[in-house]
T-cell receptor, first 113, second 114 residues
Framework: EPEVTQTPSHQVTQMGQEVILRCVPI?????FYWYRQILGQKVEFLVS????????KSEIFDDQFSVERPDGSNFTLKIRSTKLEDSAMYFC???????????FGQGTRLTVV | GENVEQHPSTLSVQEGDSAVIKCTYS??????FPWYKQELGKGPQLIID?????GEKKDQRIAVTLNKTAKHFSLHITETQPEDSAVYFC?????????????FGAGTILRVKS
C-alpha cells in the first residue's frame, strides 16, 4: 500500500540552526501539506502546496519557514533559524484530489536545544 | 477563527462495550469531517470520514454521524477490542480547489480494557 514517508524520524538541532525536514508523498498525489503537533497540543496546520506553489498558510508559517518540491517527488519543509518553541512533531500529508482524504506520514520529531 | 472541540479527552471502556467521541466545529462552511487514529510512534491514520451531504456513515464497527444544524459530529465504535486503544482525532475542513486545510480537535485517548 502506498504511503507517505518522512525522514529523519528524529532530529535534534541547536537553536538558531537551519533544519530541513523531508517527505516523499504518495506518487500520484497533487496536494501536499505540513502539520505540526507540539507535545500535548492539537495537530496544527502549517501550509498547503498545490500546483508548485503555496496555496494556503497559517499564522505559524512565518518568514522562517519555507517549503519546496524540488524534483517532483520530494516535499521539504525548511526552518531557517530554529527556536526552542519549534520543538514539535512535524507531519507531512498528501492528497490525490480536492476534497479527498489526506494521508499522513509517520512524522519527524524535531527537538531544538 | 475556525475551531474544533473534542470530548472526552480520555475514555476507558471494557472490551466489547461501545465508545463514543464527540466533536463540535465553528465554521459553518465546513463540509468534510474525517476521523484519524494515531498509535504510538505513528502518524494519524484515516479511519472514516463523512461529507456534509450525508448524516451518517458506517464501516463495520465504526460509524460517524453528522448534525450540520448543531455543528456536531460523533464517532461510534461498537464491540471495542484492545487494538482499538489509541488516540483519536476529529477534524473539519472546507475543501477548496487548492487543498484541504484540516482543523483538528485536541484528541481522545481511548483505552479498551480486556
Amino acid at each position: 500500500e502506498p504511503e507517505v514517508t518522512q525522514t529523519p524520524s528524529h532530529q535534534v538541532t541547536q537553536m538558531g540552526q537551519e533544519v530541513i525536514l523531508r517527505c516523499v508523498p504518495i506518487s500520484n498525489h497533487l496536494y501536499f501539506y505540513w502539520y505540526r503537533q507540539i507535545l500535548g497540543q492539537k495537530v496544527e496546520f502549517l501550509v498547503s502546496f498545490y500546483n508548485n506553489e503555496i496555496s494556503e498558510k497559517s499564522e505559524i508559517f512565518d518568514d522562517q519557514f519555507s517549503v519546496e518540491r524540488p524534483d517532483g517527488s520530494n516535499f521539504t519543509l525548511k526552518i531557517r533559524s530554529t527556536k526552542l518553541e519549534d520543538s514539535a512533531m512535524y507531519f507531512c500529508a498528501s492528497g490525490q484530489d480536492m476534497g479527498t482524504e489526506a494521508f499522513f506520514g509517520q512524522g519527524t520529531r524535531l527537538t531544538v536545544v | 477563527g475556525e475551531n474544533v472541540e473534542q470530548h472526552p479527552s480520555t475514555l476507558s471502556v471494557q472490551e466489547g462495550d461501545s465508545a463514543v467521541i464527540k466533536c463540535t466545529y465553528s465554521d459553518s462552511a465546513s463540509n468534510y469531517f474525517p476521523w484519524y487514529k494515531q498509535e504510538l510512534g505513528k502518524g494519524p491514520q484515516l479511519i472514516i470520514d463523512i461529507r456534509s451531504n450525508v448524516g451518517e456513515k458506517k464501516d463495520q464497527r465504526i460509524a460517524v454521524t453528522l448534525n450540520k444544524t448543531a455543528k456536531h459530529f460523533s464517532l461510534h465504535i461498537t464491540e471495542t477490542q484492545p487494538e482499538d486503544s489509541a488516540v483519536y482525532f476529529c477534524a473539519a475542513s472546507r475543501y477548496m480547489e487548492y487543498g484541504n486545510k484540516l482543523v483538528f480537535g485536541a484528541g481522545t485517548i481511548l483505552r479498551v480494557k480486556s
